[in-house]
Structure formats: C-alpha cells, structure tokens
C-alpha cells in the first residue's frame, strides 16, 4: 500500500526527510536519510586544523556540487565575513544546502568560551555564537558548540564549569529555536575538554537541561579516542544525535585511517539518525583527494 506522506506530518528542520519519502512513495528513488557535507574554514587562524576546504566558498561549493555532496559547513571568523545574498546564489545555483555552521572562531581567533569565569567575557562569547546563530539560522542550519565550551581548571571547578555551560546552551538553544534550528553541542576528547567527552556524558548533560533544542554532534574521530566501541557510543546518542562528523581515527578522510566504517554506519541506521555525515577531516594528502576520498566512503558505508 502506497502510504501518502505529507510535509506536514513531519518533524522540524526535516526538508531534505520529507523529499527523501515522496521520492520513494513515487517510485523514484531509494530513501537516503543520511546526507553527505564537506567542510570549508574561512579562518586564517585555524590553518593545520581539520578543514577539507580552505578560504574560498566559492570554490568550496562548486567543488562539493560536483563531487555530489548535498551540503558545506561552513568555518567563519564572524558572520560579517559571509555574504549572505551571495551565499544564498551559490546554494542555489549549485543545489547545496548549508548542514552546519561552526563557532570555533570565538575561541580561535578571540580566545572567548561560554565558561568564562569573567561575566563580560562569557556575555562576549554568547553574543559571539548568536551571530553564528543568525549566519546559519536562515540557511536552516544549526550552529556548533565545539571548542567554545572551554575547559574547566584553575580557580573553577568541573562543577561550576558544567554550570556556566549549562546556563549558555538553555540560552542559546532557546535563541537557535526561532529559526526552527537546534544548537548542536559537541563533546570533545580529552585532549580538547574535560567536561563532556563521550555520547553517554553528553546525554546525560543534556537531560539536565529545560530545553530540548539541543543536540549532540557525533564526532568519530573524538569518539575514537573516548568510546570503549564507536557504534556502541552513536546507540548511547539514540534521540540526541542532531549532527556527525564523519572521519578516520586519524582525522583524515574516511577511509584514510583505522576507522571500521561498517558497524558504525550500521549504528546510524539503527538509531534512525536523519541528519548529515559531515567530513570535518584533514585536507589530507590535499583538499580535493581529501573531498574525493569522503565521498566514496559516505557512498559506500552510508548511502547504500
Ligand atoms: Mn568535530
């Protein structure tokens, strides 16, 4: 029986779902619920960091397009340095969505965290990821809480950490919302944080929260380091995974490490996980064989 499925029996932010099913229930093509993204940084400072494209979005989005990705995320210093109208053309033109927009810049470039133990500070961070916020919210992308969460130590304890973080993602999460978008929290490894470095933690963390407008993002290569089983720590995400970043053990391209794609991919499937698989991966041996090689390893784990 051909089920008739109508956009609006769907979830939020689920445009890209909804195609996906009236596709299958015409008969034209296969469910593809995971969708593939590259990454491209805009950020002079980040350089050695794990981007498979670099300075140029232009470029970035034509190179992706023709690879066959489905989205870039996007690496800004400040939300002033996209244009936006030209952006908005180049999706266009290209068929390209934007999956996520990071806020890395804050600590790379101004060396703000959402824990700063010096209000102004913390103020300055928040109004940093507000304006990411309002970069991707249009795009019906989400923003990325990664290396902004900082680190406690010092005079400041886990605890009081862990609640200066929690007091900023209820914000945040509850500004994300207005654009129909969740704020995506990312737990590091233990090299990049101490405060939440697996998909358990990150659960956990946010179970403490009022809102449900954040979600974790799923990042193989920390999940590496901190799951005692990769696929086992994406089940330990069930229901909270809103974004994955989809690379080796050594951050290079899927593929171009130790990485055993096979369960893990499995995983994604099993927790019905409909978001992307972003290469946020080294430009390894160099941007384009780095692209290539992703692409192939989302064709032949992900999108089967
Ligand atoms: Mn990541």
Sequence with gaps: MTQVIEPYNFPTNSTFAYMALRAERDGHRKIRMISSAVTVSLVTEARGGPFIFWDDLRAAAEKAAALGFDAIEIFAPSPAAVNIEELRAMLAQHNLKVAAVGTGAGMVIHGLSLIDPNPERRAKAKEFV???????????????????????GGGQSRDEALALLRKALEELGEYAAKYDVPLIYEPLNRYETNLVCTMADGVRFLKTLKTTNVKLLADLFHMNIEETNVADGIRDGKGYIGHVHFVDSNRRAAGLGHMDFEPIAAAMKEIGYKGYASA?????????????????????????
């Design 280 to 304: 946020e991966a080294l430009p390894y041996p160099n941007p384009d064989a780095a692209a290539k090689q992703t692409i192939e390893a989302y064709n032949k784990y992900i999108n089967l």
């Design 130 to 152: 507000r304006g990411i916020i309002d970069l991707g919210g249009p795009f019906g992308a989400p923003a990325i809480i990664g290396s902004m969460q900082g680190k406690w």
